[in-house]
């Protein structure tokens, strides 16, 4: 594990903290707001619903989620977005004032400010701020930060109703490495005592400074992450290469973190990711475990620089997800408004059918008639044995059997690339 830890719990604590006070990050400006909207895939709401609740789960008063750490708020702005008007609640968190009041600004724009309550405060102390129990909890960029990350992710843990569950994303170690050679130069060049404004200035020339053929600098140009972090803003560069705590994780590393705090990992952000399959077509790894396959697929990749994966309490035993041929089960788009996205894609002719959804969500569909028609019958609210029957009948040249498999394929395709899940049956 990569690590570089200050001695002291409460001075690590305050120079994250006077970073974002400084540096919000990631860089927002509200007044962009109404342009688009960010959708960070590990707060897709019918997702969490899929594989928490089977689907069950209805967006009420009741409902309650969190965004710990929210920074600058894209998490906090797209699940208030998809709870609008339903009485659901958000609880955005973070020690930074400065971040707080640009989440707020953005949801104001949204008209969404009435439906998140701000709180300033460390996650380590939520659990006893009488805040209640979540749901939901997304915690992205945030828990590798903390001068305990095992604390943190406790502390979490504990804000959780019993059959919530929770997103996380931290760093990945092997795809960080270049990262952290410019990290451990600059903390030579530019110590801390420096302040902010000399450190970002000795950071930029060492960036033109440096050979080309430097390890560090060649990863963070080679990689178009990094080279947007640091061209895009000050907070990004800042929060890449002088942060003054931060830490990154292996596969196994995770499963040993979760496993400390009673948690298990439920699925990865994209799943496809972590599959060998995607790097070695064909390899074959049957004798391998399942988090031996995804450290297999992590060392395959080689480069991974970030971990996205949701987990619950061990102590809840979930049904697992329906088989994709599972007549009752209700397929959903889990991206937000994909029917629209889906609508304009089958309007065009052609061979293929291209979808991007993300990082590591695109994909490319033969374009048949019969993937049209299976893809275009997907409502949210008739089942696979409906929409099959439906199919049928307008596809007479194909067996139902043959219309089974293709729907199958394209099913495992699209819940891959985490696009759709299935509701289980009479959710
Ligand atoms: C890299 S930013 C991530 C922001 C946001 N979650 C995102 O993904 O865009 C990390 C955020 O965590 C907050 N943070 C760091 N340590 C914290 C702590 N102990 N408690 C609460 N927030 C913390 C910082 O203030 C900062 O806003």
Not at 47 to 56: D, F, H, I, S
Not at 274 to 303: C, F, I, N, S
Request: aromatic share 8%; charged share 25%; with cysteine.
């Amino acid at each position: 594990m990569v690590t570089t830890e200050m001695p002291d719990t409460q001075a690590v604590r305050e120079a994250v903290h006077q970073q974002y006070e400084s540096f919000p990050y990631p860089a927002r400006n509200p007044e962009d707001e109404l342009d688009r909207l960010l959708q960070p895939t590990m707060c897709e709401l019918p997702r969490v619903n899929a594989m928490l609740w089977g689907g069950c789960r209805v967006w009420d008063s009741a409902f309650r989620v969190m965004d710990a750490g929210c920074g600058t708020g894209d998490a906090t702005v797209f699940m208030a977005e998809q709870l609008r008007d339903t009485g659901a609640r958000v609880t955005a968190l973070d020690l930074s004032a400065a971040s707080l009041d640009i989440t707020r600004r953005r949801l104001e724009k949204r008209g969404l400010d009435e439906v998140v309550d701000l709180i300033q405060a460390p996650i380590e102390e939520a659990p006893s701020l009488g805040l209640g129990q979540f749901d939901f909890i997304s915690t992205a960029g945030v828990l590798h930060h903390l001068p305990s990350p095992d604390v943190g992710l406790r502390a979490l843990r504990d804000l959780l109703k019993p059959d919530g569950g929770i997103a996380v994303m931290v760093y990945a170690q092997y795809g960080r490495e270049p990262v952290y050679l410019m990290q451990s130069l600059l903390r030579m060049v530019a110590p801390y005592e420096f302040g902010e404004e000399r450190r970002l200035r000795i950071l930029k020339r060492a960036l033109q400074a440096l050979p080309p053929e430097n390890r560090g600098i060649r990863g963070l140009l080679d990689t178009p992450l990094f080279r947007s972090e640091i061209a895009r803003s000050d907070a990004g560069a800042y929060d890449l290469l002088l942060h003054s705590q931060d830490r990154a994780y292996t596969v196994p590393q995770i499963y040993e973190w979760l496993d400390g705090a009673n948690l298990h990992l439920l699925d990865w952000g994209v799943p496809r990711v972590y599959r060998p399959q995607t790097y070695w077509p064909g390899v074959d790894v049957t004798h391998l475990p399942a988090k031996d396959m995804a450290a297999a697929a992590e060392l395959m990749h080689g480069r991974m620089a970030k971990h996205h994966f949701f987990a619950v309490s061990t102590e809840v035993s979930l049904a697992p997800q329906p088989a994709s041929d599972d007549l009752h089960a209700v397929p959903v788009w889990t991206a937000w408004r994909f029917d629209a996205a889906l609508g304009q894609a089958l309007a065009q002719p052609g061979n293929q059918l291209k979808f991007d959804l993300g990082e590591d969500r695109g994909i490319v569909l033969n374009g048949d008639a019969l993937n049209r028609r299976l893809l275009g019958a997907v409502d949210g609210r008739r089942s696979v044995g409906a929409i099959l029957d439906e199919v049928s009948l307008a596809v007479t040249t194909q067996k139902p059997q043959q219309i089974l498999r293709r729907w199958v394929d394209l099913c495992e395709a699209m819940r891959e690339i985490a696009a759709l899940v299935l509701y289980a049956p009479a959710a």
